[in-house]
Every structure is written in C-alpha cells, then in structure tokens.
C-alpha cells in the first residue's frame, strides 16, 4: 500500500494561497484532487466533499481541516494540500479559522485504505514542526522532502 505522502504531487500542493471561503477552498481542493484520478472530475468532487462536510466538518481545530470523500467507481487514491494565506471559516470544532487544508479522495472499496491514510495524517497533522514546516512552505519539492524526512 502507498502510504499519503505518495499520494502528493507537486501540483497538488497549494501553498500560501488566498481564498476567502470554505466553498472556495473545495472548489481549489477539488481541482488538484482530480489532477490524480483516472475518471474521477473536480465537479464530482465538490459535490462529494460537500456532502460529507454536511455530515459534519472535517475541521479539526488549531486551524487544520482534512476534507476526504469516497468515490464510487474509481480505483486510484489522491491527496492534495492547500494552505492560506489568512484562515477561513470551515465551521471546525474550535471555532477557530483554518489556515491548512489536507484534502483526501479514496475508491469507495477501499474502507481500510481509507482509515489507514486518515491515520496517518492525524499523526502528521499533530506533529508542531510538521504544521509549522505546512504553514511556511511557499514552495511543493522543499515541503515534500521535510514531510517524507519523518
């Protein structure tokens, strides 16, 4: 199994970006998300990545979201990152604006694929230097290389 990191590409890291809303930010996360999907399109999407906020929000709180979805009929995995500028409202746990966006689409088959990469960004989004590094990183290849340094 690839593990996360292998799912990032530099064209799917967004770093430093300003954006004004949640809708936004999906909208920008849908994008990069399917620059690593064989059939999946971004308006397919935002659709499943707003259903599953409607569920409840992926924002965590200390300014990190980790919007994911399932995706019927696809067999590749994609992860894409997006950072901000100035938080935006993502409705998260805190109340606090979130700043760093960790975005994930999985096959609907692969339920422990799924749980295995959630896994493994909560330990990588509860690391401080690993946020800070997220937080400061205005380039893809540097922040790709401190992130697989771990």
């Known amino acids: 199994m690839r593990g996360i990191l292998d799912l990032l590409r530099p064209d799917s890291l967004l770093l430093q970006q300003q954006i004004g809303s949640k809708k936004r930010a999906l ?12 059939t999946t399109g971004s308006r397919t999407l935002l659709d499943l990545l707003t259903a599953r906020e409607r569920l ?11 919007p994911h979805c399932r995706i019927p009929d696809e067999t590749h995995s994609s ?8 938080g935006v409202d993502f409705d998260a746990v805190d109340g606090q604006p979130v700043d760093v966006f960790v ?6 088959e692969a339920e422990d694929i799924h749980l295995q990469y ?5 330990e990588i989004l509860d690391s401080p230097e690993h ?10 290849e ?9």
């Open 27 to 38: 909208e920008v996360l849908s994008k990069a998300l399917a620059g690593g999907l064989e």
């Open 56 to 66: 409840g929000s992926t924002g965590l709180g200390g300014g990190v979201a980790i």
């Open 131 to 140: 946020l800070k590094t997220l937080r400061t990183s205005r380039q893809p």
């Open 79 to 86: 992860a894409a990152v997006l950072t901000l500028t100035k």
């Open 142 to 150: 540097p922040l790709l290389a401190a992130l697989s340094q771990s």
């Open 118 to 122: 959630l896994k493994e960004l909560a």
């Open 103 to 108: 975005a994930l689409a999985v096959p609907s």
